[in-house]
């Protein structure tokens, strides 16, 4: 049995190396709140401006507005009824936008027409992508 515990506790990964460590006593000692601060502004912005564009030049795409996250779920489901685009955003943004998102279906049922956006990276990379995915379905119609 002390042999099954040691393997099991081996591969669970509890030890950090040193560049851990310090980077782990850098976040807990307080002095990284500014830095913190900056970045929730940063993606509170990133989430607002996915938000606003969508419902002002996507109005057919419902998105959901991520409360404690840096990921945004699009619904495609009525365009993808309507055949205005393929069942399969995922892979249509990939080909038509060549921009990658994670396909719905990969979080289990119900994600079917849904792609999830991160929108944790540079607004000029979301910016871009989102530009990207609108002319991609402004060709489709």
């Given at each position: ?53 969508v419902s002002r030049e996507l109005p057919e ?24 685009i393929p069942p399969d955003p995922y892979r ?50």
């Amino acid at each position: 049995m002390r042999s099954r515990y040691r393997k099991v506790l081996q591969q669970l990964g509890l030890h950090v190396n040193s560049l851990g460590l310090t980077a782990a006593q850098s976040a807990f000692s307080g002095q990284c709140e500014d830095w913190l601060e900056a970045l929730r502004q940063y993606l509170t912005a990133n989430r607002d401006y996915v938000l606003e564009f969508v419902s002002r030049e996507l109005p057919e795409v419902r998105v959901t507005n991520p409360d404690a996250t840096y990921l945004a779920w699009l619904d495609f489901g009525a365009l993808a009824r309507a055949g205005r685009i393929p069942p399969d955003p995922y892979r249509f943004f990939l080909e038509r936008a060549k921009v990658a998102l994670n396909p719905g279906p990969e979080f289990g049922p119900g994600g079917e027409h849904f792609v999830r956006m991160n929108f944790g990276c540079p607004r000029s990379t979301l910016v871009e992508a989102l530009r990207r995915m609108k002319s991609a379905l402004a060709s489709q119609s």
